[in-house]
């Protein structure tokens, strides 16, 4: 079974940093581009960050791009999101999403996703 | 960046009823558009993909439609357990942006 578990987040000071992470199992991780997902209180999802399979490529929601790095380390089948400078208005449970097909750019849908780990920065 | 603007924001149906959720890209995404549900506590889920897709173990009551800035999702028998909040997403460009969600509720 395909599954994704999220991990790294809680309480961070406004200006903090916190690094989230996502274990996978189930499928050949290298070969699957990975997202980071949003969803902050009271709104809407809101799409972070993708990798692809290799790592090569990485791009940014405008909200995050210079604050938050996505990476990945296929050896580990792990996911991360790096967050610095860290604002209030990042609070948000934080999901991880694997594409649908393997080998695939533009990513066509996320089909599997963890059960979320929830970012909350407050001083 | 590419907008995706969903209509209604809301909608309240019954058991039984058709509804159809539209969602507006603000440049043509081609078939770059897929659909999720979310319910709350619960990890969203993806029930469409490249506008009309239905993936494996979704329920045939839900179908897609559309094409370059219009797309529809439609559910043919409101059933108790599709009372969620639905998305779309486009995946032409990034950053594959979001529609800001439409909640369905029981009437």
């Known amino acids: 079974e395909e599954q994704l578990l999220e991990s790294g987040g809680g309480l961070v000071q406004p200006g903090g940093s916190l690094r989230l992470s996502c274990a996978a199992s189930?499928?050949?991780?290298?070969?699957?581009?990975m997202t980071w997902v949003r969803e902050a209180p009271g709104k809407g999802l809101e799409w972070v960050s993708v990798?692809?399979?290799?790592?090569?490529?990485?791009y940014y929601a405008d909200s995050v791009k210079g604050r938050f790095t996505i990476s990945r380390d296929n050896s580990k089948n792990t996911l991360y999101l790096q967050g610095n400078s860290l604002r209030a208005e990042d609070t948000a449970v934080y999901y991880c999403?694997?594409?649908?097909?393997?080998?695939?750019?533009?990513?066509?849908?996320?089909?599997?996703w963890g059960q979320g780990t929830t970012v909350t920065v407050s001083s | 960046d590419i907008q995706m603007t969903q209509s209604p924001s809301s909608l309240s149906a019954s058991v039984g009823d058709r509804v159809t959720i539209t969602c507006r890209a603000s440049?043509?995404?081609?078939?770059?558009l897929s659909w999720y549900q979310h319910i709350p506590g619960e990890a969203p889920k993806l029930l469409i993909s490249?506008?009309?897709s239905l993936q494996s173990g979704v329920p045939s009551r839900f179908s897609g439609g559309g094409s370059g800035t219009g797309f529809t999702l439609t559910i043919s028998s409101l059933q108790p357990e599709d009372f969620a909040t639905y998305y779309c997403q486009q995946g032409y460009s990034t950053p594959y942006t979001f529609g800001q969600g439409t909640k369905l509720e029981i009437k």
């Open positions: 490249a506008a009309s």
């Open positions: 440049q043509s995404i081609s078939r770059y």
């Open positions: 189930g499928f050949t991780f290298s070969s699957y581009t």
């Open positions: 990798i692809s399979g290799s790592g090569d490529n990485t």
């Open positions: 999403a694997k594409s649908l097909s393997r080998n695939n750019w533009p990513p066509d849908g996320m089909n599997v």
